[in-house]
């Protein structure tokens, strides 16, 4: 493979849980890639420390007032620095082969459309952007001949699986959940469940907001809306089994009756791989797949009880338009205060469950752009920022 130009790539969110994972790839195999942009949000030490490794072009936080920080962090090593909202677009719009959109949160939508615009390829970790904006982020997909590449596990082993197969043959996509660590507790031990035992996920190593998601099954949810949109099924086609060990991504039923699944062993090095190879394969050292020595695998279905959140999203996924926005928007500002010790676990898809009842004047629109989903979205956050006393713990 030396032999070939390297591969121009830029990641959105390079200190992050999914950014460091691609750079580990990355810095496997040096001679393939030429790092063209890197990107933070405060984490200066973290930003340059990757730039320097990974000899960058180009380093970026997002924060604005991080930027002499990061200057001088990088003074002599001829890294080109820049820091705040437009800087981050302008990282977007380098000129690059491949881009890792994975930064956490609606926040990452409009870098990520810049990414998009360049038609080139988008390896998608960031599924709030789907979620918050998935009918415009899609038309940008397909007005510039974008090659997106799911980088969610389950996204990535659908895609996996359903290569080969029309559209119209497959009658059922079903996303695995692990359950996440509270798959087993009563509501009213979870009810008093904190940050401490939501963050401990059994089999994944992830960023807080992923992690809390998982806990409250609220991840699926936003997932079987990405899945929506990323491979245009209808809510009807799309399901969810709980699946604790997180060996089985995704499983794609035909219709012959003949299911495709793809698995692995839990680490996101495989499916960023995948993007970040595709349409080809590349080797990744990391644990292999030993189904004698697992013994079994189990399934389950999704309790709607305990874990209302899953259900909520599914009332969005029917709603579409912009449901998503709203949902999303609610959820980032129930997370953020459940981590900061402002609201309880369950407490999560209660104040999303309010904000959504709130604000149906919001849920019937049909955003036109970026601008009419940051709207919605920031409208729908003051909302449930209004009722989060009514649920605080
Ligand atoms: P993380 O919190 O570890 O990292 C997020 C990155 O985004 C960091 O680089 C951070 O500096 C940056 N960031 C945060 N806020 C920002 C802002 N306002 N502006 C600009 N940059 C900002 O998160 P993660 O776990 O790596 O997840 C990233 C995305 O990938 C999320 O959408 C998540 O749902 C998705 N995802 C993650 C995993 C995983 O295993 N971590 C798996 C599937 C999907
Ligand atoms: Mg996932």
Redesign the pocket.
Known sequence: TSAKRPKRITI??????????TLDLVGRNPDDYEVVAL?????VARLAELAVRHRAKLAVV??AGSYKDLLLALAGTGIEVAAGPKA?LEAASRPADWIMA????V??LR?TLRAVRQGTAVAL?????LVSGGEIFMREVAAHGTTLLP???EHSAAKQAMTGTDLDRIECVCLTASGGPFRTWSAERMASAGPEQALKHPN????????I?SASLM?KG?ELIEAHHLFTLPPEKLDVVVHPQSIVHCLVQMTDGAVLAQLSCPD?RTPIAYSLAWPERMHVPNERLDLAKLGSLTFETPDPERFPALRLAKEVLETGGSAGAVLNAANEVAVAAFLENRLGFLGIAGLVETTLADCADLTGLSPESAEDVYEIDEEARRRARDRLPRWAS
């Open positions: 959105l969110g390079a200190t992050g849980s999914i950014g460091e994972s990107t933070g949000n405060k984490n997002a924060d981050l994975a930064i956490v949160g926040a990452g870098p970790a960031n599924k709030e952007c980088v969610d596990s994944w190593s992830m960023g807080a907001k992923v992690t998601d991840n936003l996101m």
